[in-house]
């Protein structure tokens, strides 16, 4: 009878309760996964666990390695001890029971491994133990005896979920130091039981309190011992709290850490599932920590290529984890929402550099005190030492984004640490960047670039962090739109680019404890253009608003309808040709240098849009004819076109298959002044460019690259006109820039303020 009850719930709960995303049929498998495993025992039949006839005559022991063969069903329905163990057919957790499997040796899954838990009352958890981490080899792409942990090979698959909860909320206003009783947004699903995390909020606060609920009533919520302080912060901000039980769990222990690695063709379901004790590490040799053991993650996606995609990881939990937690190295098209990552090692959203991966989607995610190991060798910066941790690397790809997200609590070196880090690469990727929070860190956001991709940061909100934005290194393109940076600084490093640097619309508030909110400080190379502040409040410095303290390669500023409420100062220490210029939203614009400060005539336009750029959709072949891809182009200036990037056809976008491709950019243009203006385009291959639905360049021949310029169009400030650009290439001479000048502009790229893609 419980058979059937079985049965007929395994059917409805999948139908109903999966949320699993579909499978899609044309998926490019990874190539085989050399999975070789010597059971001891083979299930004859579907059937329990517990039921001899299931195996044969005899239930497998501890010291067995069973195989469940394709095309037999086992049912978990009782705790489990093997040496190992390998999953062809499916193995089922019963929705009915308590159920732990453990293991001594790999658990290798090539058919289906489920865990589904109805109710909190019953857990599932799969647990490694006796590891010994010294004994791990990492790397390579197949499994390893002496690596322990969960293989998920060949077309593998993990149909993981817990029963759903809020996996993180924010508290409703102040927590007291000392109350036992706290009220959040929204605590669904939370149990008497459950352990939170509360995380720090103060002003050079760490403390990111655990506590356990002893009772609760709707989103007010009784604590087993009274917590610290978590003060809002700014009447804005207040502190994140974190679900941290899930009922389906997987573990090593915490004297040997265990980890997941995948490698399938088919797209994985992982929901509300709690991960501990994963991601060794082991002694490499010269120096007295130990090191990360490569490619032994706590959830390792490892070259799935188009086979993950569709994946999704949401609502988890990953705790003491010592090595990267999630992990999406050249395996595409994986969401990952929702997650915690508390007190983990390393940067727990990360994946090799300079691998690329796609369509990766972080959002939602919680990211709670990231700890590091000072002094052990990093991958990520060619074996110099650990200075500290990251809580996302933003790495290489196309179509990766990254989405309101909150990192509390990292620590590190800021010149290369942050919550958010863009690493120095041959090309990065731009990422989508929207709503993401940093606080109570060493370091909020990070750049190292040195190349002419244009990147887009909006609506950040950054606060109580030693710096706010560490934006470097050289020369680049970068735009934050938008956001709030509350005591904590803005430090330039880096030179403008065709485009610049740009801050607009954002507040800058040193809260009275920063000396000046925004500084520019040295840059080992000059720019092309100064660095922008645009409809700016910069406010609460302790000593000013503005210092300019670059001292060798000229990089000068722009200060823009901006609110300034403090000094705007070039330090003593500043380079003689430094400039700064000043145009208020009213008033008399002026100028500031070493010999002082002198009234100018304005040079920028008062009239600005909010565009966020063009339609671009981009085709296989020359003739627009096999769209590969449509997305949003904030600014049309892409010079990492002539870039071979591997695995590549070009650097254009990772489905363009070979050097003739085309592209069609269509949206509005907004002029910033009634005047006459000029466009131009330069390119290598065929251009063509309406604007007002009137073709004023026609270039349609493939050439070497050259800049193409219309005759004057006369335009109104403030008006949007229709614009359409058509771009071909043939060979690999690909570039694109597109720039527009009137009387009162000098010829520059048309910024993305002005550009709307309706």
């Known amino acids: 009878m419980q058979t059937l009850q079985f049965i007929a719930f395994y059917l409805l709960f999948s139908f109903l309760g999966a949320g699993e995303p579909p499978v899609k049929k044309d998926v490019i498998s990874c190539a085989p996964a050399k999975t070789a495993f010597s059971g001891s025992i083979v299930s004859v039949r579907s059937g329990n666990w517990s039921d001899a006839a299931t195996w044969g005559g005899r239930v497998p022991g501890p010291n067995d390695a069973p195989v469940i063969a394709a095309g037999n069903t086992v049912i978990a329905d009782r705790?489990?001890?093997?040496?190992?163990?390998?999953?062809?057919?499916?193995?089922?957790?019963?929705?009915?029971?308590?159920?732990?499997?453990?293991?001594?040796?790999?658990?290798?899954?090539?058919?289906?491994?489920?865990?589904?838990?109805?109710?909190?009352?019953?857990?599932?958890?799969?647990?490694?133990?006796?590891?010994?981490e010294r004994k791990y080899e990492g790397g390579g792409m197949d499994m390893l005896e002496s690596d322990i942990g969960l293989w998920v090979m060949q077309s593998g698959k993990l149909q993981l979920q817990g029963l759903a909860k809020t996996s993180w909320t924010n508290a409703l206003g102040a927590i007291v130091a000392g109350s036992s009783q706290i009220t959040v947004k929204d605590a669904a699903g939370w149990q008497t039981g459950d352990e939170l995390i509360i995380t720090p909020t103060a002003s050079e606060a760490r403390n990111a309190d655990v506590r356990t609920i002893t009772a609760i009533k709707g989103n007010t919520i009784t604590l087993n011992t009274p917590v610290t302080a978590h003060p809002m912060i700014n009447n804005m901000w207040t502190a994140e709290v974190g679900n941290l039980t899930r009922n389906v769990r997987i573990e090593g222990t915490a004297g040997g850490k265990s980890h997941i690695f995948i490698r399938s063709s088919v797209a994985q379901h992982v929901q509300n599932v709690a991960f501990r004790y994963l991601g060794p590490r082991k002694d490499l040799g010269g120096t007295y920590v130990k090191e990360q053991v490569a490619g032994r993650y706590a959830l390792h996606f490892h070259h799935c290529n188009d086979g993950s995609d569709g994946t999704l990881v949401e609502g988890c939990v990953m705790r003491d984890i010592d090595n990267h937690a999630y992990v999406p190295h050249v395996s595409h098209g994986i969401t990952m929402t929702r997650n915690i990552a508390f007190n983990c090692m390393e940067a727990p959203f990360w994946w090799d550099l300079p691998d690329a991966t796609h369509r990766t989607v972080w959002t939602h995610n919680l990211v709670v005190s990231p700890k590091y190991l000072a002094g052990a060798v990093s991958f990520d910066t060619k074996g110099s030492p650990t200075f500290g941790a990251h809580g996302f690397v933003l790495s290489m790809g196309d179509d990766n984004r990254c989405d309101s997200n909150v990192v509390a609590g990292q620590q590190g070196l800021e010149t290369v640490n942050a919550a958010y880090d863009w690493e120095e690469m041959p090309i990065e990727s731009a990422w989508i960047f929207k709503g993401n929070v940093a606080h109570n860190s060493d370091c909020g956001i990070r750049s190292w670039q040195n190349n002419g991709k244009n990147h887009v940061l909006e609506q950040s909100i950054v606060y109580n962090c030693k710096v706010g934005v560490n934006h470097g290194a050289y020369v680049n393109n970068y735009t934050y739109n938008g956001g709030y940076l509350y005591n904590s600084v803005f430090e330039d490093h880096a030179a403008g680019a065709t485009n610049g640097v740009r801050v607009e619309n954002m507040i800058l508030d040193g809260a009275g404890q920063v000396p000046y909110p925004f500084i520019m400080v040295e840059s080992p190379a000059k720019g092309t253009r100064p660095v922008l502040l645009r409809n700016c409040v910069i406010k609460g410095g302790s000593k000013g608003a503005i210092l300019n303290n670059s001292s060798n390669a000229l990089k000068s500023l722009d200060v823009?309808?901006?609110?300034?409420?403090?000094?705007?100062?070039?330090?003593?220490?500043?380079?003689?040709?430094?400039?700064?210029?000043?145009?208020?939203?009213?008033?008399?614009?002026?100028?500031?240098?070493?010999?002082?400060?002198?009234?100018?005539?304005?040079?920028?336009?008062?009239?600005?849009?909010?565009?966020?750029?063009?339609?671009?959709?981009?085709?296989?072949?020359?003739?627009?004819?096999?769209?590969?891809?449509?997305?949003?182009?904030?600014?049309?200036?892409?010079?990492?076109?002539?870039?071979?990037?591997?695995?590549?056809?070009?650097?254009?976008?990772?489905?363009?298959?070979?050097?003739?491709y085309s592209i069609r950019l269509t949206g509005s243009v907004q002029p910033q002044f009634t005047e006459d203006y000029i466009f131009s385009i330069e390119a290598g291959g065929g251009v063509r460019l309406w604007v007002n639905d009137k073709l004023i360049i026609d270039r349609w021949r493939d050439v070497y690259t050259a800049t193409y310029t219309s005759d004057a169009i006369h335009l109104e400030a403030g008006k949007k006109y229709a614009i359409r650009l058509e771009y071909f290439n043939k060979d690999d001479r690909s570039s694109l820039y597109f720039y527009w000048q009137s009387p009162s502009l000098p010829m520059e790229l048309v910024p993305q303020s002005q550009l709307y893609s309706e």
């Not at 999953?87 to 001594?104: K, N």
């Not at 750029?613 to 002539?642: A, C, H, M, Q």
């Open 79 to 132: 705790n489990v001890s093997v040496a190992g163990m390998q999953v062809a057919g499916e193995l089922i957790y019963s929705p009915y029971h308590s159920v732990a499997i453990q293991s001594t040796k790999n658990i290798l899954v090539t058919g289906v491994l489920q865990m589904r838990s109805p109710k909190n009352s019953v857990i599932h958890a799969l647990r490694f133990t006796g590891i010994d």
């Open 560 to 660: 823009v309808q901006c609110d300034i409420r403090g000094e705007i100062k070039l330090s003593p220490d500043a380079g003689s040709g430094e400039v700064i210029r000043v145009q208020p939203e009213k008033g008399q614009p002026y100028i500031i240098t070493k010999q002082g400060r002198d009234n100018i005539d304005p040079f920028a336009p008062t009239i600005w849009g909010t565009g966020e750029g063009l339609k671009g959709v981009y085709f296989n072949g020359s003739d627009f004819d096999d769209s590969v891809e449509t997305r949003i182009d904030p600014l049309i200036s892409f010079p990492e076109w002539l870039i071979p990037i591997p695995g590549h056809a070009t650097g254009v976008h990772y489905r363009i298959r070979d050097l003739r």
